[in-house]
């Protein structure tokens, strides 16, 4: 079956951590550039970060220095740690590969 399941949301603190992990299945995962994108309440989904088949990362710049994309190609995963963690960060996380496929994504909080 061609699919990506994410998993790790959650409600955590502001200052906190949280990690996400994606399984794809179905597809040539370590051809494919993978993502983590976002979508808050009322706003257009963004893109958070996304790594390529050879390991290049970019990330959105609200996130630099706080979130870390990776990817185990054995596993089929791709993973982002999120530390540091902001109320603004609130959203629900898609999981992307480059050939269209999106997961059904992960409810993130950040609250006190």
């Known amino acids: 079956q061609v699919q990506l399941v994410e998993s790790g949301g959650g409600l955590v603190q502001p200052g906190g951590s949280l990690r996400l992990s994606c399984l794809a299945s179905g597809i040539m995962f370590r051809i494919y550039t993978m993502g983590w994108y976002r979508q808050a309440p009322g706003k257009q989904r963004e893109l958070v970060a996304k790594?390529?088949?050879?390991?290049?990362?970019i990330y959105a710049d609200s996130v630099k220095n706080r979130f870390t994309i990776s990817r185990d190609n054995a596993k089929n995963t791709v993973s982002l740690q999120m530390n540091s963690l902001k109320p603004e960060d609130t959203a629900v996380y898609y999981c992307n590969s480059q050939n269209g496929l999106w997961g059904q994504g992960t409810q993130v909080t950040v609250s006190s």
């Open positions: 790594i390529t088949s050879g390991g290049t990362t």
